[in-house]
């Protein structure tokens, strides 16, 4: 029987240490990649949600017809004309009742309106220190707060 040669391997061994410590490396290459990946597919998916939205927005003011108020010539009641300068204006008085732009008569106000006087008046930025949640931190666990012989003063 014939013997085969041997065959002998030879390392470089600034290739073998790269190969062997750049595992972390490589994971974290592929984790960056993978995620850039992500943000770009979310970005064309709202830019997508987006476009849908505008051009259904669109669709609808296409659809949508304005009633010409001034077409109907017995909503004018009165018309004065001044000449002022170089310009003359046209002063109508209108008369939407009969139009669909009237939203009801202007019904009288309560004379004497409700106060509540129960809450005191306080500023706002007093107002936004009374926060609820604040109360609750405090029961909470964890790092004890120590008192100091002088207040704090607001």
Not at 42 to 48: G, H, N, P, R, Y
Not at 87 to 115: R, T, W
Request: with cysteine; charged share 40%; aromatic share 6%.
């Amino acid at each position: 029987m014939k013997k085969r040669p041997k065959l002998t391997l030879i390392f470089d061994e600034e290739k073998r240490k790269e190969y062997l410590t750049g595992f972390r490396k490589r994971k974290l290459e592929r984790k960056e990649r993978g995620r850039k990946a992500s943000e770009k597919l979310l970005k064309d998916e709202i830019k997508a949600v987006k476009e849908k939205y505008r051009e259904a927005a669109r669709k609808k003011l296409e659809n949508i017809q304005l009633p010409g108020m001034l077409d109907s010539v017995d909503n004018i009641l009165s018309s004065e004309k001044h000449i002022i300068g170089d310009h003359n204006v046209v002063i109508q008085e209108l008369d939407l009742c009969n139009s669909h732009y009237f939203m009801g008569a202007c019904k009288e106000q309560n004379p004497n309106p409700i106060v509540h006087s129960e809450e005191p008046h306080m500023s706002l930025k007093r107002a936004l220190k009374m926060n609820p949640m604040r109360s609750k931190k405090r029961f909470r666990r964890g790092k004890k707060k120590h008192f100091s012989k002088h207040k704090r003063q607001n």
